[in-house]
């Protein structure tokens, strides 16, 4: 049942009509896929994770992108891995529930539609956390959603 609420599809950075990366989230984590350049070894990709930043590139060259983070996370369970030309980022939310509108501090952020729509899986996702014996995969809000994190008290942590 979980996993009828995880993302439906990523969501798309696009600049200059050119992909950068896609990514999508979950109440625990925000993923970043970004499509590797041909003809490039594995070896020669790297990746920093700070707290609140992310350095991707090729060794030797600028780096691909160097920007600020939406919000901190917790470089200790952040990861990052190469499979079948992408890179896959794994960004463990310090705070658990946050929506995010986009990864990185003011580029490609959702526009509030689709940030309520984000809001109200990871809600959705939530609830089928606290309640597995439920099935909350066709539920849905009439009105504003609460926020995941403060909603009845906030996120139990074990």
């Known amino acids: 049942m979980a996993?009828?609420?995880a993302p439906e599809k990523r969501h798309s950075f696009i600049h200059n009509g050119q992909k950068v990366f896609e990514w999508d989230q979950t109440l625990e984590e925000v993923n970043m896929y970004i499509t590797l350049p041909p003809n490039v070894p594995p070896k020669q990709f790297y990746c920093k994770l700070q707290a609140k930043h992310v350095e991707v590139g090729i060794k030797?060259?600028?780096p691909y992108l160097n920007h600020d983070l939406t919000s901190p996370v917790k470089t200790d369970c952040s990861f990052w891995t190469l499979e079948d030309d992408i890179m896959h980022i794994t960004?463990?939310?310090?705070?658990?529930?946050?929506?995010?509108?986009?990864?990185?501090?003011g580029e490609g952020q959702l526009d509030p539609y689709a940030t309520d729509l984000e809001q109200k899986r990871l809600m959705?996702?939530?609830f089928q956390e606290e309640n597995p014996g439920f099935?909350?995969?066709?539920?849905?809000f009439n009105g504003d959603?609460?926020?995941?994190?403060?909603?009845?008290?906030?996120?139990?942590?074990?």
């Open 3 to 5: 996993e009828k609420l």
């Open 60 to 62: 030797g060259n600028p």
């Open 91 to 105: 960004l463990q939310k310090r705070d658990k529930g946050q929506t995010w509108a986009s990864p990185i501090v």
């Open 124 to 126: 959705l996702q939530r």
């Open 135 to 140: 099935d909350f995969s066709q539920a849905q």
């Open 145 to 158: 959603c609460p926020d995941p994190r403060t909603f009845m008290g906030g996120i139990r942590s074990d």
